[in-house]
């Protein structure tokens, strides 16, 4: 059984949607992202709005996959509720859509990519599934039928 590791950075990003009025929200808007070995094909973003310590306006995570954010970096990648693509230089634009709207924020290139680096040191791309527990993961399929 492999040792599981969790990987979590958090970098400042900026709104650009119009209907989000940054003034009006509790404090500066951030964003996580996780990656964890036991879901080796996704990162999980969770944006949330205050400052730490505070209470904090936290948006529904999202899943997406590992390769879409990759493939975001370098050029518009994505087809369904997440869209990610370069923008101006050292900036990268995520676009999400939460139940009908979509949610736009800009965060920082090289943040991203550096989480990116940091995943494919644990998991390397073409690998992931050598980290899947099939046995727990029917498992947990079974139980929950």
Not at 36 to 59: H, K, N, Q
Not at 104 to 130: C, H, I, K, Q
């Amino acid at each position: 059984m492999r040792e599981h590791h969790d990987i979590r950075i958090t970098t400042t990003v900026v709104p650009i949607v119009p209907d989000i009025d940054a003034a009006l929200l509790p404090g500066p808007i951030t964003a996580e992202l996780r990656y964890v070995t036991t879901d080796p094909l996704a990162v999980r973003i969770t944006c949330r709005a205050g400052d730490v310590g505070t209470t904090r306006m936290v948006l529904p995570t999202k899943l997406i996959s590992r390769s879409l954010l990759a493939n975001g970096t370098a050029c518009w990648a994505g087809e369904g509720d997440v869209r990610v693509g370069p923008t101006s230089a050292g900036s990268l634009t995520l676009r999400i859509r939460a139940e009908r709207s979509w949610t736009e924020f800009v965060a920082v290139a090289s943040d991203v990519v550096d989480f990116l680096a940091a995943t494919y040191d644990l998991v390397p791309p073409g690998r992931e599934l050598e980290w899947y527990d099939i046995d727990q993961e029917l498992a947990l399929l079974l139980d929950s039928a």
